[in-house]
C-alpha cells in the first residue's frame, strides 16, 4: 500500500496557528474535567472521617496497574442542569468507562459520591444507560461502585423518575444476555437505587457504610410513622445475614474492591474469547502529535483530511478508493493497531457523486467485514439547482440507507463540522455508531447558525416584498444576530456531549490510542461466546 506523503509544514505559520488554537480547546476540555474532580475532591474530608475511599481512588484501586481505561461520557450533564460555564460540573455524577479488571475488559460505573453526594442528573442518568447499552453490545462485564443519594427530590422530574427504570430493565438484560453484573456497596442506595444491588448478579457489601433500603429512615417516617434505625433497615451487615442481598461482607472500601477483584478473576471470563491477535504493524510514519497543528478549529477553513489519517493509521499506509471521482469525499482502506478497516472523511460538503461513491465504499466494507471509520468535518450534502437534477435527495438517501445497513462496527469521530443530513451520512449519534467522540473544536447541528440566520433574513425579506412593504433591515439584522447567537451557543462539542450526544470529547492526539483500544473492544466481543438464559440471574 502507498504511503502518504504529507504537504504540511510543522514549521509553517498556519501549522503553528493551528496548533496553538487546539491546544487552547486542549487545555479548556482538560480543565472542565479538572474541575469535577475538584468539586469532588472537597469532600474528601468527610470520606476519610467515614474511613471511606473517595470514588476516584477506588477506580483506581479497581483497575489494574499500567493497563489502558477509556473514559467515557466526561462532559455529561456540563451546560445541561446548570447553564452557567464557569460553575457547571462535568460528568453527570459518575465516572464511566471500560477497563481491565483481573485481565478482564469490563464497564465500570462509579457514583462520584464527592459531588452532591452522587445524587442522580439527568445527563448522568442517560451516560449510564449509554453504558449499559454498550456493555451489553459489545459483551462486557459490568461492575457498579454504589454510594448515591438517588434522585433529588428538591429538583425532581417525572421524566427521570419514569426513564429511570430503564436502568434497572438494563441490569436484568445483561444478566439474561449471560454477562455479569457486580456491585459494591460502599454507601447508601435507597429508593430505586435499591435495585442497583437487588438486580446484580453479584453484590459486595461494606460494612458500616454501606446501605440499600426501598425507604431511609426519614422517607419511612414521612411514610408511616415508624422511627427507624438506617443500619438495622438496610445495613450491609443486615442484608449478608437476614435478606441474603448481599453475598460478600467486606470490612472497608478497600476490601470490597479487592473482593470484587478477586470475584472477576475467578469467573475465568476470557476463557470463552479468542485472544487479541498480536499483530506486527507499523507506526504511523508522521507524529500523531502533529494533528494539533493539522486541523485548523474554524472549520470554515479547509485541509486534507488524508494528512489527518497518516497520522494515526498503521504505516501512514492507506489505499484510496475512487480518488478521481467525488473527490470531496475521501475512502480509504487502511489499518489500526493491525486492524483492517475503512474510513470516510470530508474534503467538504456531499456532491451526487459522493454520496454514490460513499454508499458503494459502505456496502463492499460490509462484505469484507471491515469496520468504518467516519471522520466527520463536513457542511452536509450539497444544495441548488444542479445538484438536485443529478439525484441529490435519491443519492443521499442511499447513503443514509446504506450507513443505517451495515453489519460492521461503525467508530465516528466528530473532528470538525458536522451539520445538516451530512451528519446523518456520516453515522452521527441517532444512527448509533459503536463508539462515537468528539474533537473539542467540532460542530455539529443541523446547520451553521449564519446559514440559518442567512435563510430567515431572506424569507423575511420575502414577507415584506409580497405586502409591498420595504424589509425593516434593523429588525433582520437583530433577528440575525439572535438566530446566530441561538444555533452558535449550541453547536460546540462541549454543549453536544454535556447533553450526552457522543461518548464524550477527546484530546485529538489520542485518536490512535482511543481507535486502537475501540477496536480491540470490538474484536474481542465478536469473538466471544456468551452463555444467555432466560430471566436473568434471580435473587430468591
Known sequence: MPQFKSKISTSSDSFNQNRKDMLALIDQLRSLEQRAIAASEKRRPTFEKRG??????????????????LRLYNMANYLLEDDNPETSIPGGSVILGIGFVKGVRCMIWVDDSGIRAGAATSGGWDASKGAQKMAQKLKLPFIHLVESAGANLMEYKVELWAHGGMLFRNLAWLSAAGIPTMVVLH?????????????????????????????????????????????????????????????????????????????????????????????????PLYDIDEIAGTVPVDYTIPYDVREVAARFVDGSDFEEFKSRYGPGTVCMQASIMGHSVGLIGNNGPFDPEAAAKATHFFQ???????????????????????????????????????????????????????????????????????????????????????????????????????????????????????????????????????????????????????????????????????????????RI
Open 52 to 69: 471511606q475511599l473517595t470514588p476516584h481512588e477506588r477506580l483506581t484501586r479497581l483497575l489494574d496497574p499500567g493497563m489502558p481505561f
Open 187 to 283: 454507601g447508601p442506595s435507597t429508593a430505586g437505587g435499591a435495585y442497583m444491588p437487588g438486580m446484580s448478579d453479584y453484590v459486595i457489601g461494606v460494612r458500616d457504610n454501606g446501605m440499600a433500603a426501598l425507604g431511609g429512615a426519614a422517607l419511612v417516617h414521612a411514610a408511616t410513622g415508624e422511627v427507624a434505625d438506617d443500619r438495622e433497615l438496610g445495613g450491609t451487615e443486615m442484608h449478608a445475614s437476614t435478606t441474603g442481598t448481599i453475598e460478600y461482607l467486606a470490612d472497608d472500601d478497600a476490601h470490597g474492591i479487592e473482593i470484587a477483584r478477586d470475584t472477576m478473576g475467578r469467573l475465568d471470563w476470557n476463557k470463552n474469547s479468542t485472544p487479541i491477535r498480536q499483530n506486527d504493524y507499523a507506526e
Open 364 to 538: 463492499l466494507c460490509d462484505q469484507s467485514e471491515l469496520p468504518i471509520i467516519f471522520l466527520n468535518n463536513t457542511t452536509g450534502y450539497i444544495v441548488g439547482t444542479e445538484s438536485e437534477h443529478k439525484g441529490m435527495i435519491k443519492l443521499g438517501s442511499k447513503m443514509i440507507q446504506a450507513v443505517s445497513n451495515v453489519r460492521v462496527p461503525k467508530l465516528a469521530l466528530y473532528i470538525g463540522a458536522s451539520f445538516g443530513a451530512g451528519n446523518y451520512g456520516m453515522s452521527g449519534v441517532a444512527f448509533e455508531p459503536d463508539f462515537l467522540f468528539s474533537w473539542p473544536n467540532a460542530k455539529t447541528g443541523v446547520m451553521a447558525g449564519a446559514s440559518a440566520a442567512n435563510t430567515m433574513s431572506h424569507v423575511a425579506r420575502v414577507q415584506a416584498q409580497r405586502k409591498g412593504e420595504e424589509p425593516d433591515e434593523e429588525a433582520i439584522a437583530r433577528q440575525n444576530q439572535r438566530i446566530r447567537d441561538i444555533f452558535e451557543y449550541q453547536e460546540s462539542a462541549f454543549f453536544t456531549s454535556g447533553r450526552v450526544l457522543d461518548h464524550g470529547v477527546i484530546d485529538p492526539r489520542d485518536t490512535r490510542k482511543v481507535l486502537g483500544f475501540a477496536l480491540e473492544t470490538i474484536f474481542e466481543a465478536q469473538n466471544r461466546t456468551l452463555h444467555p438464559n432466560a430471566f436473568g440471574v434471580a
